[in-house]
């Protein structure tokens, strides 16, 4: 029987740190929902280490499809459908550098079952890579600032939506899957051309009400752009990718 609940993964040669996010998958407390790792192309063994934890590991059941088009929006938008190809009606998503609490897939449900149809979950910087607690201190403050300029700027003003910005990251987030086609989905698009995440939360808008912030909803997201860029850097990257590396694929 097809679980309700999909995580979906867009994943661009990830072999060095997908498996730690198989496995704080594989941990949760509640395992009634299956996996979706969207294989961007990669030209490293990220398909063969997912393909070996999947055999390793029954529960969850975790699939590997491919996306041929290159970007982060493209991905999880091939992802977020065939999971609903499959019969999900909940969606959840996270990153290949992500490690999501234990609970987590709990605290989704429990966001659905409030009400919420989109939940936006909290983003905690990871404390394993080798970054200062200086740094992942600066960075926990910028994304609360974000969440709170994001309510004011002007790109997310508009008498079409029906309720306030709330900062989603594609790395912690979960929709239920009718409101993701209603709302169009992510756009399929590069990392570097646009924010996904936003302009899915937009859409949601234009929508309902039913959306939220839950910070009991926690992944742990990787800071190696921070260790790569330095914390300036990063942070102009976020801000509207002010700063634009001849790489963005940081490894």
Not at 45 to 70: D, G, H, M, N, S
Not at 115 to 127: A, F, K, N, Y
Not at 141 to 169: H, Q, W
Request: aromatic content about 8%; hydrophobic content about 40%.
């Amino acid at each position: 029987m097809t679980p309700a609940l999909w995580v979906v993964i867009p994943a661009f040669n990830e072999e060095r740190g997908i498996e730690a996010t198989l496995e704080a998958v594989a941990a949760q407390h509640d395992t009634d929902f299956a996996v979706v790792v969207v294989d961007n192309t990669s030209t490293d063994r990220t398909v063969e280490i997912v393909e070996k934890f999947a055999a390793r590991y029954p529960l969850p059941r975790i699939e590997v499809i491919t996306e041929a088009q290159k970007g982060t929006g493209a991905a999880a938008d091939t992802g977020m459908r065939y999971a609903i190809a499959q019969g999900a009606t909940l969606l959840a998503r996270t990153d290949a550098d992500c490690l999501p609490a234990p609970d987590w897939t709990a605290r989704i449900r429990a966001g659905f079952d409030s009400g919420l149809r989109l939940v936006s979950g909290q983003l905690v910087p990871r404390t394993d890579e080798g970054v200062s607690w200086l740094d992942r201190t600066i960075i926990r403050v910028a994304l609360e600032l974000a969440s709170a300029f994001g309510k004011v700027r002007s790109g997310n003003r508009d008498p079409r939506y029906l309720g306030p910005y709330v900062m989603t990251p594609g790395c912690n987030m979960a929709i239920t899957a009718e409101l993701y086609v209603a709302a169009g989905g992510f756009p399929r698009t590069a990392i570097e051309d646009l924010h996904e995440d936003r302009a899915l939360v937009n859409a949601v808008r234009t929508i309902t009400t039913d959306y939220g912030l839950r910070r009991d909803v926690r992944v742990h997201g990787s800071n190696r752009r921070v260790r790569a860029w330095g914390i300036r850097k990063t942070l102009a990257w976020y801000a509207d990718h002010r700063y634009r590396p001849d790489v963005v694929d940081i490894r």
